[in-house]
């Protein structure tokens, strides 16, 4: 058709009147806005129940055991921190979404992931406005500066976290007691995190203590227990890919365990270091994080493996005593090369 | 080759629409490195911006002397020559500063933004233009520098241009007097400085004005 | 011109321009040279201040472990310290501390950390801590008047109870003890040498 009969085929325009008009500013959203919409993608085409709000929601629903821990825990601390993250998360989303001038998704539960696991990876202590910046960092710079959800390259969460580290070194690595620990007189003394005490004094701290979270610690991350429950339904209802948290902590578990066999007086026992700091929550919480894995089953190992790996040499040899953000961080950098290197070969595609 | 711009453009142009830092992208080092707070911005803004003129005028004077194979060797002579006389200036009255500068003053001869200007523009044009060329370029590598001290400064210790205007609850943010924090402030006002310019947008402010 | 070889021509430019950039920086040279060196020694002499008890005048005196500085006083030819640049890694990069040393070698009569790139807020804090809002200074300050021997002991989270202890940086133990380990293996170095030298009396 040539752009005369294009110009007949359609109604007739009204004239344009003389004087030029003030165009009426719409919402770009509100431009073309289908029933259904169109969604084009390459094949294999799947039909599945999942749903991105249904993913988010199931995460959410894992993260619950931790949080109720968190709550028992550290009380009123926990129950300030967790408010304000999620509610500055959900406000910073909004308005993301007002400037962009897209549909507003807050029911998709992004955000509301964003804001709980930066105030699970919080130390109790913290204060509201320093959690609230994290949390606006979080899904301005982590995610909506990249693209918003599906285009982040790193985890929000954990940028949130790295950006409050780097912001607030000391706040961001005092702990507290649990209100629960017996043996302390004192509420809120300061007190090392069994990482910080093997660090820094030479000691180990006990399992049993590791395992159920009765220690100082960031408010979700001290108790192994309550976020394997959690994770393992992720893992079941496989909306996380199960090879990352089994590589990321076989990793770490083989890595500091040949060290510890070269020298055990030096370094911490492989259990000590599975069990301890933030490397359950962020085994089976962030480095499982959909956007910002490898898809392929060969990729998720490289992941979790290359995590463990980095994880193990921080913890002994950086200056901090803790590594899982840095560590995720570092290989969500690296997954789309990973991507790259292990996408599957095309049906009779032969290797150059 | 030589310009044929109108001499207000000349000049204007290095300020906003050609500006080194935000459209050009170069002189990133001492841009990141030293603005940590407005003084030191402004010192290294003045420095640069001082050894960019007189390079200019030398090499635009000296344009039609300096054979085509050897114009880098003698470009990056003269450039060092300026940036020794600004690094010793620097030291023999303002010792603090050159202190709290460090290397980025001997650094200046790497910033590509005086090489740039030179290949670009001076080398290809008279003196008076190359002058205000250099002079638009270096308002406008100023211009960023303090607008990133001062942003860095608020944000990272409470204070601007030294003295301290945010009280005592406010507490700073490390990052930003780090090198992470110079990333984040550039990379933020490079997106706005290219969502004011975005030519759809221009469209669209022309259309309501 | 035209008339020239282009090697000719490319030698004299280079020539010209290097002569004149040479030309340039000799005056300028002879201008700044004495405000560079005043600036310098002021500096040092500052430090020198802030290292040792009070003085009158110092002499410098070249070892094998670098320039030693030592004060008296007008009135008598005994020595009141020795100052002395002690220099190592840090957290991040070089640190290069000026310390001052009693004449029996026995405790520091001062330290200041003249150069450091440490962790802005953590390690920076062995210069100025602006936190403490009460004694900024306190990490230097505590090291006056402490005992080096057997050596220098970097405490954590309490208050030092050794003569030889001092407090370190909460969240900066790698700094505060990198301070101590300079310290300590300069003041070891000097030590030998102002023995050799015949100790105070000479």
């Given at each position: 058709m040539t752009e005369e009969n294009l110009s007949q085929a359609l109604p007739e325009q009204p004239e344009t009147p003389k004087k030029p008009v003030k165009p009426k500013k719409e919402p770009r959203a509100k431009l073309y806005k289908p029933e259904t919409p169109l969604i084009l993608a390459s094949s294999p085409h799947f039909h599945t129940r999942d749903t991105v709000p249904r993913i988010m929601w199931n995460v959410i629903a894992a993260l619950v055991p931790a949080t109720v821990l968190a709550l028992v825990y550290f009380q009123w601390a926990a129950v300030g921190i967790i408010l304000t993250s999620v509610s500055s998360a959900l406000i910073a989303e909004m308005l993301v979404n007002r400037v962009k001038g897209e549909s507003f998704t807050i029911p998709d539960g992004s955000a509301l992931i964003t804001g709980l696991l930066l105030a699970l990876t919080l130390p109790p202590s913290f204060s509201l406005d320093g959690t609230a910046l994290g949390s606006v960092f979080a899904i301005v710079v982590g995610k909506h500066f990249f693209g918003g959800l599906g285009y982040n390259i790193f985890n929000p969460a954990l940028l949130g976290r790295a950006f409050l580290q780097a912001s607030f070194p000391v706040p961001m690595t005092t702990w507290t007691w649990p209100l629960t620990a017996r043996y302390v007189e004192v509420d809120g003394v300061t007190a090392a995190t069994p990482l910080g005490l093997f660090k820094f004094e030479g000691v180990t701290s006990e399992l049993s203590g590791l395992i159920t979270g009765n220690i100082s610690g960031s408010l979700g991350e001290t108790s192994a227990i309550a976020i394997a429950i959690g994770g393992i339904y992720l893992l079941i209802r496989k909306y996380a890919d199960w090879r990352i948290p089994l590589s990321f902590l076989m990793s770490t578990f083989l890595v500091s365990g040949a060290f510890w066999l070269i020298s055990p007086e030096s370094y911490p026992s492989p259990v000590f270091q599975l069990f301890s700091g933030g490397l359950m929550l962020g085994a089976f919480f962030m480095a499982t994080d959909m956007v910002t894995c490898p898809v392929t089953a060969r990729g998720a190992w490289i992941f979790g493996a290359g995590a463990g790996f980095i994880l193990v040499i921080i913890r002994l040899f950086g200056g901090l005593p803790e590594g899982v953000m840095y560590s995720i961080l570092l290989m969500n950098a690296f997954t789309p090369l990973i991507n790259r290197y292990t996408r599957p070969k095309f049906f009779g595609e032969v290797r150059a | 080759m030589s310009s044929t711009l109108s001499l207000k453009t000349e000049f204007i142009k290095?300020?906003?629409?050609?500006?080194?830092?935000?459209?050009?992208?170069?002189?990133l080092c001492p841009t990141l490195a030293v603005t940590n707070a407005a003084n030191n911005g402004l010192a290294m803004g003045l420095a640069t911006t001082f050894v960019l003129l007189s390079s200019s005028l030398m090499i635009s004077a000296l344009r039609n002397l300096i054979p085509h194979q050897v114009r880098i060797a003698g470009y990056i002579v003269i450039i060092a020559t300026f940036v020794t006389v600004a690094d010793r200036f620097l030291a023999a009255y303002f010792p603090s500063i050159s202190a709290s500068l460090g290397p980025y003053i001997p650094l200046i001869v790497v910033n590509c933004l005086i090489l740039g200007r030179q290949e670009a523009f001076s080398s290809r044009n008279g003196i008076g233009r190359s002058l205000l060329d250099s002079l638009g370029m270096g308002i406008g590598f100023i211009f960023v520098l303090v607008v990133l001290g001062i942003i860095r400064e608020i944000l990272g210790s409470g204070s601007i241009f030294g003295f301290a205007i945010l009280g005592d609850w406010f507490t700073p943010w490390m990052v930003m007097i780090l090198p992470p924090g110079a990333f984040l402030t550039l990379g933020i006002l490079i997106a706005l400085a290219n969502w004011y310019n975005d030519p759809s947008r221009a469209k669209e402010r022309r259309a309501v004005s | 011109m035209s008339k020239m070889s282009l090697s000719t021509r490319m030698i004299l430019v280079l020539t010209l321009i290097t002569v004149l950039s040479g030309g340039i920086l000799a005056g300028w040279d002879t201008i700044t040279k004495p405000k560079i060196a005043f600036h310098r020694q002021e500096a040092l002499k500052a430090a020198i201040g802030d290292v040792l008890p009070a003085h009158d005048t110092y002499s410098s005196e070249e070892t094998e472990f670098g320039t030693i500085y030592i004060a008296t006083r007008?009135?008598?030819?005994?020595?009141v310290g020795v100052a002395f640049m002690a220099m190592g890694s840090g957290f991040q990069g070089e640190l290069r501390i000026m310390v001052g040393l009693s004449p029996e070698m026995t405790q520091l009569t001062g330290i200041k950390v003249l150069e450091q790139i440490e962790t802005p807020g953590l390690g920076t804090k062995i210069v100025v801590d602006p936190s403490n809002k009460k004694d900024p200074y306190w990490f230097p300050a505590q090291f006056r008047g402490v005992h080096v021997s057997p050596e220098l002991v970097v405490v954590k989270n309490a208050k030092p109870t050794q003569n030889n202890e001092v407090q370190g940086i909460t969240g900066a133990t790698i700094s505060s003890k990198a301070v101590t380990d300079i310290l300590n293996n300069q003041i070891a170095n000097i030590k030998t040498v102002w023995t050799s030298r015949g100790g105070p009396e000479s």
């Open positions: - | 290095g300020i906003w629409k050609e500006n080194p830092v935000m459209a050009s992208l170069l002189g | 007008d009135s008598s030819d005994q020595p």
